[in-house]
């Protein structure tokens, strides 16, 4: 993190990995990987709704807060990667 004379954080540059997900059923979405091995065409489970869904790994990106494809705030998780 940097942090300017004032005190505030001007920017915080840690890598995350966003992954592209085709879910089963048609619906496309960005999710961040806290799996550092994942690839495209891997088989995940993800947050759907209140309920999960399993689905494909379209794109795989490295990134940091400021260029991520969606705002990490609002950006969930994978939850596993399927055998």
Same mark, same amino acid.
């Given at each position: 993190?940097?942090?300017?004379?004032?005190?505030?954080?001007?920017?915080?540059?840690?890598?995350?990995?966003?992954?592209?997900?085709?879910?089963?059923?048609?619906?496309?979405?960005?999710?961040?990987?806290?799996?550092?091995?994942?690839?495209?065409?891997?088989?995940?489970?993800?947050?759907?709704?209140?309920?999960?869904? %399993?689905?494909?790994?379209? &794109?795989?990106?490295?990134?940091?807060?400021?260029?991520?494809?969606?705002?990490?705030? &609002?950006?969930?998780?994978? %939850?596993?990667?399927?055998?």
């Amino acid at each position: 993190m940097i942090h300017s004379l004032s005190g505030g954080i001007i920017a915080d540059y840690e890598n995350l990995i966003y992954a592209f997900v085709a879910i089963d059923g048609g619906e496309k979405a960005w999710f961040i990987s806290p799996f550092p091995l994942i690839k495209v065409g891997d088989r995940v489970k993800v947050p759907f709704g209140r309920t999960t869904a %399993e689905g494909e790994v379209l &794109r795989v990106e490295c990134v940091t807060k400021q260029t991520a494809p969606y705002p990490v705030n &609002r950006t969930r998780e994978i %939850e596993e990667i399927l055998q």
